[in-house]
C-alpha cells in the first residue's frame, strides 16, 4: 500500500507533487493524486470503502478486504469512465442507450440519438466531432449494419478521454490489455476489427493509429463490465477501473448492481479483513471445461480456484456426467487442466477431456434453444431435462439451467398465479427450487440475484401448497402455522438478497412483491390464531 510518505497515488501510483489528497477518515491514510480518485476510496463524507489494493506476482494489483465486511455491505460504487454501445444491429441512442427507431438520429453525422438528446448529448459530443470533421456522415441504410460502425464510438471516446483527463487516463493506463496474447492470435482478436475499426479510424477520421487502437481495443475486450439503457436493457461495455481490480473466482463473494453507467458491487457474503474480493467473470452455473475455455479465451488465463481444483465442484458436481459403464457411477474431472481425462467416481472408468467436451457441446445448443425461445413450454423444458438426466449428473451446469426455466414457469398460468395449480405440481415446483438453491449454496454462496429470485419462486410455492392443503384438511392449523413460518423466513431472506437494485428493475419488482407476501402471511397468521 502507498501511504503519504511514498508520495504516489495510492489508486494510479502517479508520483505526487504539491498538490495531494490524502484520505483523513481511515486509518491508513491512503494519499491520491486528485479528488476523483480519492472519491473513489471515499465517495461521501462518511465511511470509506472497506476494501485495499495489494499486489501479487501472480495476479498484479487486486483488491482485497481493508476490514471485515458484512453482507449486503457496499464494496465499490463508480461510474464507467468511458463506454459504449454494444457492437449489434440494435439501433440505440449514443447518449442514454435506449432503443429508438430508424428516423431517430443526430442531424449532424447520423448516428442514432433519441429525441430527448437530439440538441443536449455530451457524451456523444465527442465522436460527433470527429465524424463532423471528417464529413462522414451515415445515411438510412448504413444504420441498417451498426455494428460495423459502432466499434468505433468507444475507441473514440477512450482515447480523447485519455487525451484530456489525465486522472481518468492513468486509471485506464493501468488496467491489462493482454496486447502479447492477442497479438499471438491476430487473425482471432485482430483481425475482425481490422476493417470496421482501424482502417475507418486511420484512413477516414483520421484519427489515432494502429497500436494505440490495439491498445484501446484490448483494454474494453479485456475488461469491460456492462452497461445498462435508460430504460433498463444491458445495451453497452464500459470500463470501471476501480472494479477491474477485482480477482475473478468461480466462487465469488460480491455482485454488480448496474443503474445506467453507475456500478455498485456488494458482498454477497461476510468477507473477513485481508481476504480477496472477487468478482465472476463467467457465470458460476457453468461447468468446469466451459468456465475454462472462456477464461482462456477471453483473459488468458487458466483459473486455478478452489472450486476448479476440486473433481467434485466443492461438492456441486455441475461437471459431473452420468458414467456409460456402470449405473450409478459419475464421471468427473480431474483437475483445473482441460485437457485431463474425466474418471468414473464407481467403477473407475476414464474418458478422454475431449470426449467429455463433445458430449457437452452436443447438447448445449439444445439447452441454449429451449431456454432462448419464449413460446417454448415447461413441458417440453421437462422433457429435454429427462434426457439429459440419462446423460449428466442432476446438478449438471445444463440440468440446472434447465430446472431454472422450469422452476420460473412451472404451475403458473398466463397471469403468473400459482392459484389453480393442483398440490402435485406445487410439490414437483418446490422441489425443483430447492435443488437449485442447494446448488447454489455451494458456487454462489449468500445474497445473490439468482438466490433472491429463487426464494420468491419457493415462498410462493409453499405458500400457495400450504393453502390449498390446509382448505383441503390435508394439514392442521398447526403445520400450516408452521409453514407460514418457513414461508417469512424464505421472503426475509430473499428481500436481503434483492433489496438493493436498480428502482424499476424487474429484481426489485419482486422485491416488493415479497414485501407483499409477508405481510400476507402475517395475515393469515394472525387469522388462523382466533381459530
Same mark, same amino acid.
Given at each position: 500500500?502507498?501511504?503519504?510518505?511514498?508520495?504516489?497515488?495510492?489508486?494510479?501510483?502517479?508520483?505526487?507533487?504539491?498538490s495531494q489528497y490524502q484520505c483523513d477518515q481511515c486509518d491508513n491514510s491512503f494519499v491520491f493524486c486528485s479528488p476523483s480518485h480519492l472519491a473513489l476510496h471515499r465517495p461521501t463524507d462518511k465511511d470509506c470503502l472497506p476494501w485495499k489494493i495489494c499486489n501479487a506476482d501472480q495476479f498484479g494489483r487486486y483488491m482485497v478486504a481493508?476490514?471485515?465486511?458484512?453482507?449486503?455491505?457496499?464494496?465499490?460504487?463508480?461510474?464507467?469512465?468511458?463506454?459504449?454501445?454494444?457492437?449489434?444491429?440494435?439501433?440505440?441512442?449514443?447518449?442514454?442507450?435506449?432503443?429508438?427507431?430508424?428516423?431517430?438520429?443526430?442531424?449532424?453525422?447520423?448516428?442514432?440519438?433519441?429525441?430527448?438528446?437530439?440538441?443536449?448529448?455530451?457524451?456523444?459530443?465527442?465522436?460527433?466531432?470527429?465524424?463532423?470533421?471528417?464529413?462522414?456522415?451515415?445515411?438510412?441504410?448504413?444504420?441498417?449494419?451498426?455494428?460495423?460502425?459502432?466499434?468505433?464510438?468507444?475507441?473514440?471516446?477512450?482515447?480523447?478521454?485519455?487525451?484530456?483527463?489525465?486522472?481518468?487516463?492513468?486509471?485506464?493506463?493501468?488496467?491489462?490489455?493482454?496486447?502479447?496474447?492477442?497479438?499471438?492470435?491476430?487473425?482471432?482478436?485482430?483481425?475482425?476489427?481490422?476493417?470496421?475499426?482501424?482502417?475507418?479510424?486511420?484512413?477516414?477520421?483520421?484519427?489515432?493509429?494502429?497500436?494505440?487502437?490495439?491498445?484501446?481495443?484490448?483494454?474494453?475486450?479485456?475488461?469491460?463490465?456492462?452497461?445498462?439503457?435508460?430504460?433498463?436493457?444491458?445495451?453497452?461495455?464500459?470500463?470501471?477501473? &476501480?472494479?477491474? !481490480?477485482?480477482?475473478? $473466482? #468461480?466462487?465469488?463473494?460480491?455482485?454488480?448492481?448496474? @443503474?445506467?453507467?453507475?456500478?455498485? %458491487?456488494?458482498?454477497?457474503?461476510?468477507i473477513p479483513a485481508g481476504s480477496p474480493i472477487t468478482t465472476h467473470y463467467v457465470s458460476p452455473l457453468l461447468n468446469l471445461s466451459t468456465r475454462q475455455q472462456r477464461l482462456k479465451e477471453k483473459w488468458f488465463f487458466d483459473c486455478r480456484c478452489e472450486r476448479c481444483c476440486s473433481p467434485t465442484d466443492m461438492g456441486a458436481y &455441475?461437471?459431473? !456426467?452420468?458414467?456409460? $459403464? #456402470?449405473?450409478?457411477?459419475?464421471?468427473?474431472?480431474? @483437475?483445473?487442466?482441460?485437457?485431463? %481425462?474425466?474418471?468414473?467416481?464407481?467403477?473407475?472408468?476414464?474418458?478422454?477431456?475431449?470426449?467429455?467436451?463433445?458430449?457437452?457441446?452436443?447438447?448445449?445448443?439444445?439447452?441454449?434453444?429451449?431456454?432462448?425461445?419464449?413460446?417454448?413450454?415447461?413441458?417440453?423444458?421437462?422433457?429435454?431435462?429427462?434426457?439429459?438426466?440419462?446423460?449428466?449428473?442432476?446438478?449438471?451446469?445444463?440440468?440446472?439451467?434447465?430446472?431454472?426455466?422450469?422452476?420460473?414457469?412451472?404451475?403458473?398460468?398466463?397471469?403468473? %398465479?400459482?392459484?389453480?395449480?393442483?398440490?402435485?405440481?406445487?410439490?414437483?415446483?418446490?422441489?425443483?427450487?430447492?435443488?437449485?438453491?442447494?446448488?447454489?449454496?455451494?458456487?454462489?454462496?449468500?445474497?445473490?440475484?439468482?438466490?433472491?429470485?429463487?426464494?420468491?419462486?419457493?415462498?410462493?410455492?409453499v405458500l400457495a401448497l400450504a393453502g390449498k392443503q390446509y382448505n383441503n384438511e390435508d394439514i392442521t392449523k398447526e403445520n400450516f402455522n408452521e409453514e407460514l413460518k418457513n414461508c417469512k423466513a424464505f421472503l426475509h431472506e430473499g428481500i436481503d438478497c434483492l433489496q438493493h437494485d436498480r428502482s424499476g428493475s424487474f429484481e426489485s419488482?419482486?422485491?416488493?412483491?415479497?414485501?407483499?407476501?409477508?405481510?400476507?402471511?402475517?395475515?393469515?397468521?394472525?387469522?388462523?390464531?382466533?381459530?
Open positions: 500500500a502507498y501511504s503519504a510518505k511514498h508520495m504516489a497515488c495510492y489508486l494510479c501510483t502517479a508520483p505526487i507533487g504539491d481493508a476490514r471485515d465486511i458484512q453482507p449486503g455491505e457496499l464494496v465499490v460504487t463508480e461510474k464507467s469512465i468511458c463506454w459504449g454501445p454494444n457492437h449489434t444491429s440494435q439501433l440505440v441512442c449514443l447518449e442514454c442507450l435506449t432503443a429508438v427507431t430508424e428516423d431517430q438520429f443526430c442531424n449532424n453525422c447520423g448516428f442514432p440519438l433519441c429525441e430527448e438528446h437530439m440538441v443536449d448529448h455530451p457524451s456523444h459530443e465527442v465522436e460527433c466531432r470527429v465524424f463532423e470533421k471528417a464529413g462522414y456522415r451515415l445515411g438510412c441504410a448504413d444504420r441498417e449494419d451498426m455494428e460495423l460502425h459502432y466499434p468505433c464510438v468507444e475507441i473514440i471516446r477512450c482515447m480523447v478521454m485519455r487525451e484530456l483527463d489525465i486522472n481518468s487516463g492513468r486509471l485506464v493506463d493501468m488496467l491489462m490489455d493482454h496486447k502479447k496474447e492477442r497479438m499471438s492470435e491476430v487473425d482471432k482478436y485482430i483481425e475482425p476489427y481490422r476493417e470496421t475499426v482501424m482502417r475507418k479510424l486511420i484512413e477516414i477520421f483520421d484519427f489515432g493509429n494502429e497500436e494505440e487502437i490495439i491498445k484501446v481495443l484490448g483494454y474494453f475486450d479485456v475488461n469491460s463490465i456492462a452497461v445498462r439503457g435508460a430504460d433498463g436493457p444491458y445495451r453497452g461495455r464500459g470500463i470501471y477501473p &476501480t472494479a477491474s !481490480l477485482m480477482n475473478h $473466482s #468461480c466462487i465469488c463473494n460480491t455482485r454488480n448492481i448496474i @443503474t445506467g453507467s453507475l456500478l455498485e %458491487s456488494r458482498a454477497t457474503v461476510a &455441475t461437471s459431473a !456426467l452420468r458414467c456409460p $459403464s #456402470c449405473d450409478t457411477g459419475y464421471l468427473l474431472p480431474q @483437475t483445473s487442466q482441460p485437457d485431463d %481425462s474425466y474418471s468414473c467416481i464407481g467403477c473407475q472408468n476414464i474418458i478422454s477431456a475431449e470426449e467429455a467436451d463433445r458430449k457437452i457441446k452436443m447438447w448445449e445448443p439444445l439447452v441454449e434453444a429451449l431456454g432462448t425461445f419464449k413460446s417454448t413450454g415447461t413441458a417440453e423444458k421437462e422433457a429435454l431435462m429427462s434426457q439429459l438426466l440419462l446423460n449428466f449428473h442432476p446438478n449438471h451446469s445444463m440440468v440446472i439451467e434447465m430446472k431454472l426455466e422450469i422452476a420460473n414457469k412451472l404451475g403458473r398460468d398466463e397471469h403468473g %398465479s400459482l392459484d389453480n395449480t393442483n398440490p402435485k405440481e406445487l410439490e414437483k415446483k418446490k422441489r425443483v427450487c430447492e435443488d437449485i438453491l442447494g446448488v447454489m449454496n455451494i458456487i454462489y454462496p449468500g445474497r445473490s440475484k439468482y438466490r433472491g429470485l429463487l426464494l420468491h419462486e419457493l415462498a410462493d410455492t419488482g419482486i422485491c416488493q412483491k415479497m414485501r407483499n407476501m409477508q405481510d400476507s402471511c402475517q395475515d393469515f397468521q394472525n387469522f388462523i390464531s382466533f381459530l
